[in-house]
């Protein structure tokens, strides 16, 4: 069988092909000099940084977060209480999910990051900072099936033009190999940001906000799954999370959070 040869192509084809490797060499050459003109700065302190957005200065005063601390919700101990010892808070008001970890404190320099990463499109700093959380989560990770980040209403994704967690997510499965799923869970309706708001009216604000999309309901049931999320403050909103994807049978779920709010004035047990 005698097999004809491709025609040679054409000229406006390699006249196409030509314009995207000039523009494509015109994109890298702009960027290169915006990056020369415009260096990275520090979110913290502003001073310029070669790679990543945080100054090893300032990384150096982040608070991470190391045992002791309580099994259930990883609040850090002052003192090593003994093995298997739960803190207050977690006798007083046990949450859906099993286990909380988180890889720092919320201080101001955390703050100072999450916000950049969250509101300034700092979407450089979320290897640096989801690294950090696989680390400070590797308990939970070993036996995860699926990681599920914290997901946004439509609206604010589309304001934000992405979703942090998601950001973290994605870097933690390329560290762990574990499986993303960016639509297992739902944000049902629009709530009003947290901030400001008591406990209770925290957890009234995110009551039924959640929902496990029907179509992705097999890929939850019997698995474990380990909630990604930026910022632990009351848990109200990982709390109802792990409400929903229990509902759809989900066997387990833990949470993993960049930094959590720690109450130094609480006793561990």
């Known amino acids: 069988m005698q097999i004809e040869a491709a025609p040679p192509p054409s000229f406006a084809h390699r006249l196409r092909g030509a314009w995207r490797a000039c523009r494509d060499l015109g994109v890298s050459a702009s960027r290169l000099a915006l990056d020369v003109a415009l260096p990275t700065l520090c979110v913290a302190c502003r001073e310029?940084?070669?790679g990543e957005g945080m100054c090893a200065a300032c990384?150096?005063?982040?608070?991470?977060?190391?045992?002791?601390?309580?099994?259930?919700?990883?609040?850090?101990?002052?003192?090593?209480?003994g093995p298997d010892l739960l803190s207050m808070q977690a006798i007083a008001a046990p949450p859906a999910y099993q286990r909380a970890r988180a890889a720092v404190r919320y201080d101001e320099v955390a703050k100072t990051l999450v916000h950049a990463l969250k509101y300034q499109?700092?979407?450089?700093?979320?290897?640096?900072?989801?690294?950090?959380?696989?680390?400070?989560?590797?308990?939970?990770?070993?036996?995860?099936?699926?990681?599920?980040?914290?997901?946004?209403?439509?609206?604010?994704?589309?304001?934000?033009?992405y979703n942090q967690s998601g950001a973290l997510a994605q870097v933690i499965a390329r560290q762990t190999g574990v499986t993303v799923s960016r639509d297992a869970l739902r944000r049902v309706r629009p709530t009003q940001q947290q901030i400001g708001l008591s406990r209770s009216e925290r957890a009234a604000?995110?009551?039924?906000?959640?929902?496990?999309?029907?179509?992705?309901?097999?890929?939850?049931?019997g698995r474990h799954v380990v909630l990604i999320d930026d910022v632990l403050t009351s848990g109200a909103t990982v709390d109802a999370c792990a409400r929903a994807l229990l509902r759809a049978k989900a066997a387990q779920v833990d949470v993993?959070?960049?930094?959590?709010?720690?109450?130094?004035?609480k006793a561990p047990i």
């Open 256 to 265: 993993l959070v960049f930094a959590r709010v720690v109450d130094t004035m």
């Open 48 to 50: 310029p940084v070669a």
């Open 59 to 81: 990384w150096s005063q982040l608070s991470f977060i190391a045992p002791p601390y309580c099994p259930r919700l990883g609040i850090p101990f002052v003192y090593d209480p």
């Open 205 to 221: 604000n995110v009551q039924g906000a959640f929902k496990v999309s029907q179509d992705k309901a097999a890929d939850v049931q």
């Open 121 to 161: 499109d700092r979407t450089d700093l979320a290897p640096t900072m989801g690294r950090w959380m696989a680390r400070a989560g590797h308990e939970l990770l070993g036996g995860a099936d699926l990681l599920v980040p914290v997901p946004l209403h439509w609206r604010r994704a589309w304001s934000r033009r």
